[in-house]
C-alpha cells in the first residue's frame, strides 16, 4: 500500500516538466514564431503609364448670338439644348419702321430713274438744236463773207449756237447729276434691306444653344446675348495636371475620361492642348482633352476625371506596387534569404494604375520578394524571421 503512494506521488511531480516544455513548444508555435508573408516573383506584363487629372467640360468655342440692331424681339425659333444649324432662323425683331425705310428707298429710286429719262431726252433735243445752231452759223457766216447777208445778222447766228452749246452741257451736267442721285438711291435702298435683314438673327454656326438669354417682348440692343450657342465637336475636358506627373504628357497622347453623370464608363479622348503657365498655388498646368467622338450629350462645366497615357512598355519586368518600400529614403523591396528578411534596393520605371510598377534593375530572375499589408511591412527590420507561407 505504501508502494503504490510513493509512485503516484512520483508521478505527480513529473508531469509539471511535461507541461512546462510543451507549453514553451506552443508559444513557438503561435505567438514567438516568425510571420508568415507571402513571396511574388518578377513577372513581365504590359504596362501603361497614365497621369491623372480632375477638370470640367469645357467648350473650346462658345458664342453669344445677338443683334446688329436695337429693337423688340417679336418671335424666337429655338430654345436651350436644341440643335441647329449654320443659317438656321433662331429669332425675328420687330421690322415695320425698316419696311418702311425699305419702301421710301425704293420710291426715291424709282423717282431719280424717271428723272434720268426726263434729263437723258432734255440731252438729246439739246444736242439736235445744238447741230442745227452749228448749221446756221456757219451758213450766215459764208453769207456774210460774201456781203449777201449783213454781219449782225450772222453773229446772231453764232451767239444762238454757244446758247445752243451751253444747253448741252448744262443737260449732260444734269443727267450726270441724277446717275449720281441714282447711285446714293440705290445705296439707300441697299442699306434699308441691310436693316431689315438685321431684324432677322439666324445661327452664324453649327452647334447647340447652351442658353437662351432674352424671351420673346425683351428690347435687344447691339452686342446683348440672345442665345448661347457651342459647337460640340469643340467640347474638351480642361484637366489640372500636376506638374510633376507631366513627363510624357504632350499634345496627341491618348486618354480616357470619366464623366460624373456617367461614372461607370470612360469615353476616348486625346491631348488637345497644354498650358504654358502654370498655378502658381496648387503647382498644376491646365491639359486640354479632346474626346474621340463628339459628345451628343455635355453639359458645361461638369466634373470630370482624366488619366493621360504617358508611357507604355511590353513585356516589361514588374512587380505588384504593394511589394514596394522606401527605406532610408531608398527604393526597395524585402527579400528572403534563408528564412530571413533583407532589404533590396531597385530602380523603378513606369507605374500602371493596375496596380504593377516596373522594375528596371536592382532584381535578378527567380528571386522571391516579400508582398504583405502596407502596416505589416512598416514592422520589418533587416533580419528578421519569417516563414513563407505555401
Not at 505504501?2 to 506552443?26: E, R
Not at 418671335?75 to 433662331?90: N, S
Not at 453649327?206 to 469643340?234: C, H, K, N, W, Y
Not at 498650358?275 to 462645366?301: C, I, M, W
Request: proline share 3%.
Amino acid at each position: 500500500m505504501d508502494l503504490i503512494k510513493t509512485v503516484a506521488k512520483k508521478k505527480k511531480y513529473m508531469i509539471w516538466p511535461v507541461v512546462l516544455v510543451a507549453g514553451v513548444v506552443i508559444l513557438k508555435m503561435t505567438l514567438l514564431a516568425p510571420s508568415k508573408v507571402k513571396v511574388v516573383s518578377v513577372e513581365k506584363r504590359d504596362l501603361t503609364a497614365q497621369v491623372y487629372g480632375n477638370g470640367t467640360v469645357e467648350a473650346k468655342v462658345v458664342v453669344g448670338v445677338s443683334s446688329k440692331i436695337t429693337g423688340r424681339i417679336v418671335q424666337l425659333y429655338a430654345d436651350q439644348g436644341d440643335q441647329v444649324k449654320r443659317g438656321q432662323l433662331l429669332a425675328k425683331l420687330e421690322n415695320d419702321d425698316f419696311r418702311h425705310q425699305e419702301q421710301q428707298s425704293e420710291a426715291g429710286l424709282s423717282k431719280s430713274a424717271a428723272s434720268l429719262n426726263v434729263e437723258q431726252a432734255n440731252l438729246q433735243k439739246a444736242r439736235t438744236n445744238l447741230v442745227l445752231a452749228e448749221k446756221n452759223a456757219q451758213r450766215f457766216k459764208t453769207l456774210a463773207d460774201k456781203n449777201l447777208v449783213s454781219k449782225l445778222e450772222a453773229e446772231q447766228y453764232e451767239t444762238a449756237c454757244q446758247v445752243a452749246r451751253e444747253e448741252v452741257t448744262r443737260s449732260s451736267a444734269a443727267v450726270e447729276a441724277v446717275r449720281m442721285e441714282q447711285q446714293a438711291g440705290r445705296a439707300g435702298v441697299g442699306f434699308a434691306k441691310s436693316k431689315v435683314a438685321d431684324t432677322r438673327i439666324y445661327a452664324p454656326q453649327d452647334g447647340i444653344i447652351i442658353t437662351r438669354d432674352l424671351e420673346t417682348g425683351a428690347t435687344v440692343a447691339p452686342g446683348l446675348s440672345i442665345f448661347t450657342m457651342a459647337d460640340p465637336r469643340t467640347i474638351w475636358v480642361k484637366a489640372n495636371v500636376d506638374e510633376s506627373q507631366l513627363k510624357g504628357v504632350a499634345v496627341g497622347g491618348k486618354a480616357l475620361i470619366t464623366l460624373r453623370s456617367v461614372p461607370s464608363g470612360q469615353l476616348s479622348g486625346q491631348v488637345a492642348r497644354l498650358g504654358h503657365q502654370s498655378d502658381r498655388v496648387t503647382e498644376e498646368l491646365e491639359v486640354d482633352v479632346a474626346f474621340t467622338e463628339p459628345l451628343k450629350n455635355f453639359r458645361l462645366g461638369e466634373q470630370s476625371d482624366v488619366y493621360i497615357v504617358s508611357g507604355m512598355k511590353k513585356d516589361a519586368a514588374s512587380l505588384p506596387a504593394a511589394t514596394l518600400v522606401t527605406k532610408d529614403k531608398k527604393r526597395g523591396v524585402w527579400l528572403v534569404n534563408n528564412g530571413k528578411l533583407a532589404f533590396r534596393e531597385v530602380t523603378v520605371g513606369i507605374v500602371d494604375r493596375r496596380g504593377f510598377t516596373e522594375i528596371e534593375s536592382g532584381l535578378n530572375a527567380g528571386e522571391r520578394v516579400v508582398s504583405a499589408p502596407s502596416p505589416v511591412m512598416a514592422t520589418f527590420r533587416e533580419g528578421m524571421k519569417v516563414r513563407v507561407a505555401q
